[in-house]
């Protein structure tokens, strides 16, 4: 029951609302690949710092479930370092998340144009933020707001209480690699099938090294790169859908 309220208040509910959305892109009239997916918006036009404000309230507040997790685990006598969620080993986290990115950030973008080109994935905007001195950090926290979140619960939070309960470790793997795929169905077939395999890949790395943190600076370089490569290169370079 913990696990499922932890879910239902983030990615659980986040799942459900991108097949919800992605039903809508397949039911529209449109091909899929004609339609957008917008990851980071304005949300406040013509407006800046209002929108700044909103933008940092939205990277805020999803990170309320990671202190939630904190919390249960300190009633059970543990913490998120028993996750490996902490700055013990700086340097031995950020080589390893460097790899791992370098390696999963490629194939993930060539997944993508490939499922893109297929017709089977809409056309994944990662910003249509204003240029304004803000967006960059803002889509870096963003980022890295993507990757606590993901990696702390879907990762290490959820192996544990899943391993707690008795589960296989196939059964683990397969639920914490769907549900990453799920709460990206919103993007299309592209965006599902990659980040199952990124999930498949995270929950291995995570049973070797007992480690969040390196999965999470990954994530965060991932995003990065596809958030601020595509304010740099969109409308530039012919091969990036826009």
Do not use: K
């Amino acid at each position: 029951m913990e696990l499922l309220i932890v879910l239902g208040l983030s990615l659980g509910a986040s799942g459900v609302s991108a097949l919800i959305s992605f039903i809508g892109s397949l039911t529209a009239p449109a091909a899929l690949n004609t339609q957008t997916a917008t990851l980071n918006g304005s949300l406040a036009p013509g407006r800046p710092w209002l929108d700044l404000s909103w933008q940092l309230f939205d990277i805020v507040t999803p990170l309320v479930p990671v202190v939630l997790v904190g919390y249960l685990l300190l009633r059970e006598g543990a913490s998120l370092r028993n996750l490996g969620f902490d700055l013990t080993r700086p340097g031995w986290d950020f080589g390893r998340g460097v790899l791992i990115a370098a390696g999963i950030g490629g194939s993930g973008l060539l997944l993508y144009l490939g499922a893109h080109a297929a017709g089977f994935n809409l056309t994944v905007v990662p910003s249509s933020l204003p240029d304004v001195w803000w967006r960059i950090p803002v889509l870096i926290l963003s980022a890295a707001q993507n990757a606590v979140v993901e990696e702390v619960i879907v990762v290490g939070y959820m192996i544990r209480r899943l391993s707690m309960l008795g589960w296989s470790w196939p059964a683990i793997v397969a639920a914490s690699a769907l549900l990453r795929g799920s709460y990206h169905l919103y993007q299309g077939v592209g965006g599902f099938l990659g980040n199952v395999v990124m999930g498949v890949i995270f929950c291995l790395l995570y049973q070797r090294w007992r480690r969040v943190a390196p999965l999470a600076i990954a994530h965060t370089l991932i995003d990065t790169v596809a958030f601020v490569g595509y304010v740099l290169l969109a409308g530039h370079v012919s091969w990036l859908p826009t």
